[in-house]
């Protein structure tokens, strides 16, 4: 069973719609990611939290809108996405950013955008 | 040349097999080392960490060598719920998080 919860596991939604995709962990770990990933693809990175800062954001279009609010809790808002966005969200945490604490990975969210 | 290379597969071996597949990385400042094992339509999830000295998991062996920047995965006696994608990842100097850099993975196939 996997310590980081995802929900929804799927979503359906038009370009129009706004969702939001929601992340959990009780592990007390102090660094939560969203990546997303593409069907035979490795995860890509989206965006890092570290003690509920954003750390990183890499280039993501703005359509996507991460939440940290509070320490066990990652939020990602979606608003007027495009079909090319449908992929597995997933969410994952570390202790830290420090460099040998490995992912935990949430179950992932399946998004289809029509 | 890719941050972190593997070789894409897919392997297909019989069940008791061994079987190994290596990770070559470009950043010789490379700090740590994860193997993952995704199976299709899940989330990648941690097999094992990969220590200097190598390190054993059960039928699972990792290791690193640092002079010709790879590191190694070892399944003995193979089982059929083996068949997954493996991943490897490796994370760079200091606390920058998009240091961690994800192999594009190794498909392997277990048959009866």
């Known amino acids: 069973d996997t310590e980081v919860t995802q929900t929804p596991k799927h979503l359906v939604m038009g370009m129009t719609n706004k969702k939001s995709l929601k992340c959990e962990q009780h592990?007390?770990?102090?660094?939560m990611y969203w990546y997303k990933q593409k069907a035979k693809k490795p995860p890509e990175l989206m965006f890092v939290?570290?003690?509920?800062?954003?750390?990183i954001n890499e280039s993501v279009p703005s359509r996507f809108s991460p939440e940290c609010p509070n320490s066990s809790l990652l939020n990602l808002h979606l608003h007027a996405l495009q079909p090319e966005d449908s992929a597995l969200y997933l969410c994952?945490?570390?202790?830290?950013?420090?460099?040998?604490?490995?992912?935990?990975f949430g179950n992932g969210t399946r998004l289809t955008v029509t | 040349r890719k941050e972190v290379e593997q070789d894409p597969g897919p392997f297909n071996v019989p069940e008791g097999a061994t079987v190994a597949f290596n990770c070559t990385y470009s950043?010789?400042?490379?700090?740590?080392f994860f193997w993952y094992r995704q199976d299709c339509r899940k989330e990648p999830k941690l097999l094992m960490s990969?220590?200097?000295s190598g390190n054993e998991d059960g039928r699972f062996t990792a290791q690193l060598n640092r002079a010709s920047q790879y590191i190694s995965l070892l399944i003995r006696d193979s089982k059929l719920s083996d068949s997954a994608t493996y991943l490897c990842?490796?994370?760079?100097?200091?606390?920058?998080?998009?240091?961690?850099?994800f192999g594009s993975g190794t498909r392997l196939s277990i048959r009866p």
């Open positions: 950043n010789s400042a490379s700090q740590s």
């Open positions: 990842v490796v994370k760079g100097v200091g606390s920058s998080a998009s240091k961690i850099i």
């Open positions: 939290y570290s003690y509920e800062k954003l750390s």
């Open positions: 990969v220590y200097s």
């Open positions: 994952a945490s570390s202790q830290d950013l420090n460099y040998n604490s490995p992912l935990h």
């Open positions: 592990m007390g770990h102090r660094a």
